[in-house]
């Protein structure tokens, strides 16, 4: 059995820690293979009945990727309406992007349709095919890291409108679109708690006990 010792656990500590929900992106190129590595690393993830239930969409195409920019600044258009006062001025701060920056563009689905695994486990929980690629994302993402590469996440987006832009199977279910590139700076904070949005709460406030 291999075995980890104390500075091995260390380490990976510091890797969940410092890990970064990446906007702002320096305009150096991937390494050759860079996103397939990445690729690999996540589909070493658990999956519901060994489902391995996520698809991944490299977006190289210039168009496909402006159609998708164009989408997130409708969507954000759309969220910002919907807060006001402070609260708006505050989100129409925030960087929520680097789709316009980022080398690496990267779309996460999630194939509801697919007989891997023959149903196992999701009978009485379908949800678990999303869980599953979730897990895969964040896989990824502390890969990602390990290799001083960043990733942001971009939610704020039409399902629809992304599927039809990258043109998949309609059993897929959109999971996440990927920005991926290094990033501009390097901090153990979320910038969302940086910007005054948000703060992180001790695991103390999401515990409890029976």
């Excluded at 489902?51 to 920019?69: E, L």
């Excluded at 997130?72 to 006001?84: E, G, I, V």
Aim: hydrophobic residues 40%; aromatic residues 10%.
């Amino acid at each position: 059995m291999v075995e980890f010792d104390d500075t091995f656990r260390q380490h990976l500590r510091e890797l969940f820690v410092w890990r970064r929900d990446v906007r702002r992106f320096r305009s150096d190129p991937l390494p050759e293979g860079a996103i397939d590595r990445l690729i690999e690393t996540a589909c070493l993830s658990p999956s519901v009945g060994l489902s391995q239930p996520w698809r991944f969409v490299v977006v190289n195409d210039a168009t496909r990727r402006r159609a998708v920019a164009d989408d997130f600044k409708a969507c954000n258009t759309d969220a910002l309406n919907c807060y006001s006062g402070e609260r708006a001025a505050r989100y129409a701060t925030l960087k929520l992007s680097g789709l316009e920056q980022a080398p690496g563009h990267l779309a996460v689905f999630a194939d509801k349709a697919s007989d891997i695994g023959h149903g196992l486990g999701r009978a009485t929980m379908p949800e678990t095919t999303e869980y599953s690629v979730v897990a895969a994302i964040t896989a990824m993402w502390l890969a990602a890291r390990a290799e001083s590469i960043g990733i942001g996440w971009v939610s704020i987006l039409n399902p629809d409108r992304i599927h039809a832009i990258l043109d998949v199977p309609e059993t897929w279910k959109f999971i996440a679109y990927l920005c991926v590139g290094y990033p501009e700076a390097e901090c153990d904070q979320p910038e969302l708690e940086q910007a005054k949005w948000e703060h992180r709460r001790g695991a103390e406030e999401f515990t409890l006990l029976r």
